[in-house]
């Protein structure tokens, strides 16, 4: 992703800021939506992160979206057409913002665009032969569909912040004390260098991402036989590999982002054991001896080559959102305990009303 993140912090604040001066409660879900929209726009597309490209983008991203599971039926009043729309729409700005960079990198006066596009058309140039423009926009796209994870992964998080599911307040005092160390020892910028030194906050995000991994399940396909779980998957098979309990339901354990600063004191196959007695799931491993976190069982963004791409700008994204809180808010849910569906994409079931407000 570059170094696209280094723009972010700057949006970030007043984003939370805007929310916490608007009408109460605040629709935290689309509230977190267009944030991560804006940061992407930022970040990616090297745009301004502005409320009015933010809404944009989540526009085409809610059409992309409802043509998702449709019949291919490519008429304008389809789901499936309007869908379709939605993504040339996306090609078109991404094809701007190429645009943009390449008339940016050729200007000899402007700095050098500092977001992912810049990076890509770097090595799109270098590579041999040079990759051609329509490939570069259809992982952009890619890309964009993957952003639409991000949104509600944010709000996981404010929601486990704002209840006190085993977190809540505690969890809250301790994201605010350690905040107050990162200022004292790197100042009030939130700098790469300021969020790579909040282990406590990372560990809130990561337990966020394993309770309730946005992306349910990855497809593979089986290269050789093999048992799992003494049940036989022959080598050709498509597997669909949970990233969380169920594809249907989020997991139902407690959110204690402690497991992830205690060292994991049992060997993985014990783990492992650990975990099909405790419901056949690898997001469970954690339930053994030591109750420490194994991060190979936590895969909320796949793992190999294909793993996601945004991974790093999406931690980014946390940890920068949960210092500007941290530093500066404090909110409760107005329906504690609201329920999410997890199919055809993650979503709170009265869309996370939250009063937010300045400390
Ligand atoms: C919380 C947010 C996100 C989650 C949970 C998530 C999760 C995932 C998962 C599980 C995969 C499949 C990996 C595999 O098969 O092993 C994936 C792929 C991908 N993600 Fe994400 N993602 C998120 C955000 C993003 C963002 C922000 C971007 C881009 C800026 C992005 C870009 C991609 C791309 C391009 C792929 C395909 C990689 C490939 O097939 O080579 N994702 N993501």
Redesign the pocket.
Known sequence: ?GNGMGQAPQGNPSYVERWARGPQPTPGFAACQEL?QAV?DVA?LGGDGSQARAAELQQLMASLAVGFQTPPLELPFTDYGKAVAARNALGRLAQQSMSRCRAAASAASDPSPDC?VADLLTAAAAASPPLPDSLLVD?LV???F??A??G??LAKVLQHLAEGEGGGEAVMERLRREQQEVIARHGTDLTAEALDDMPYGAAVAREA?RIT???PA???VALVDFELQARRIPKGWRVWCH?GDSVLSYNKDTFVPDRWLQPASQPAAAAAAAAANGGGCPAHAHAGASGAARPEYS?????????????H??FSELLLVLAVLARGYAWEAVTPGERWRVVPAPAPSNGLLVNLRRL
């Open positions: 992703m991560s992407f990616v992912a992982n890619a890309a964009f993957g952003n994870s991000t509600p992964s991402l991994p946005a992306v990855v497809f593979r990233l895969i909320p963004f796949g793992s190999g080559v294909r793993t996601c791409l945004g991974r700008l999406v």
